[in-house]
T-cell receptor
Framework: EAQVTQNPRYLITVTGKKLTVTCSQN?????MSWYRQDPGLGLRQIYY???????DKGDVPEGYKVSRKEKRNFPLILESPSPNQTSLYFC????????????FGPGTRLTVL | QKEVEQNSGPLSVPEGAIASLNCTYS??????FFWYRQYSGKSPELIMS????GDKEDGRFTAQLNKASQYVSLLIRDSQPSDSATYLC??????????FGKGTMLLVSP
């Protein structure tokens, strides 16, 4: 089944404790992206990747890191999480930036205390 | 600054009616347009994409694009309670990333 998977789905952590949210797609998509969704603010892009070893900042990259060492995986790293990073996070992928019909993972609900 | 604007709603329609959802965008060079449906607590699901002026129909859904007016809409015919969700408009300017509107909440009452 073609899909985007994320883990964990739910996470409660404390300020400053490094964490990684994994994202994997099995559709051989070139383009991958991370979004956060907050009430009243909609979906905002954090980082994106157009291909292996190519990443770029989105609209709200502060406090986040990403890597794209393999085509299928695009982990999101929070080196020192803070309460303002409490949010619902989505990973998405598409064939390419030109064909940008994006398919979303199930989401990760993160709470930072 | 690229912007995609949607009325937040809620848009309330009775079962069986036509729901009309609207979206405007600021960048005249935008090339690709998408509608996503998002149920509460779930991930966005792509329901329609449209790339050229005019109408595109898929089942009960019709997307309409007017690039001159920088306007894209989604019509849902024979609305069902299961259509109650938030509908997100997304716009892709050529080789740039997707910009999402904040969404319109649709409520379909039985």
């Amino acid at each position: 089944e073609a899909q985007v998977t994320q883990n964990p789905r739910y996470l409660i952590t404390v300020t400053g404790k490094k964490l990684t949210v994994t994202c994997s797609q099995n559709m051989n998509h070139e383009y991958m992206s991370w979004y956060r969704q907050d009430p009243g603010l909609g979906l905002r892009q954090i980082y994106y990747s157009m291909n292996v070893e190519v990443t770029d900042k989105g609209d709200v990259p502060e406090g986040y890191k990403v890597s794209r060492k393999e085509k299928r995986n695009f982990p999101l790293i929070l080196e020192s999480p803070s309460p303002n990073q409490t949010s619902l996070y989505f990973c998405a992928s598409s064939l390419s930036l030109a064909n940008n019909e994006q398919f979303f993972g199930p989401g990760t609900r993160l709470t930072v205390l | 600054q690229k912007e995609v604007e949607q009325n937040s709603g809620p848009l309330s329609v009775p079962e069986g009616a036509i729901a009309s959802l609207n979206c405007t965008y600021s960048d005249r060079g935008s090339q690709s347009f998408f509608w996503y449906r998002q149920y509460s607590g779930k991930s966005p699901e792509l329901i329609m994409s449209i790339y050229s002026n005019g109408d595109k129909e898929d089942g009960r859904f019709t997307a309409q694009l007017n690039k001159a007016s920088q306007y894209v809409s989604l019509l849902i015919r024979d609305s069902q309670p299961s259509d109650s969700a938030t509908y997100l408009c997304a716009v892709n300017l050529g080789y740039s990333t997707l910009t999402f509107g904040k969404g319109t909440m649709l409520l379909v009452s039985p």
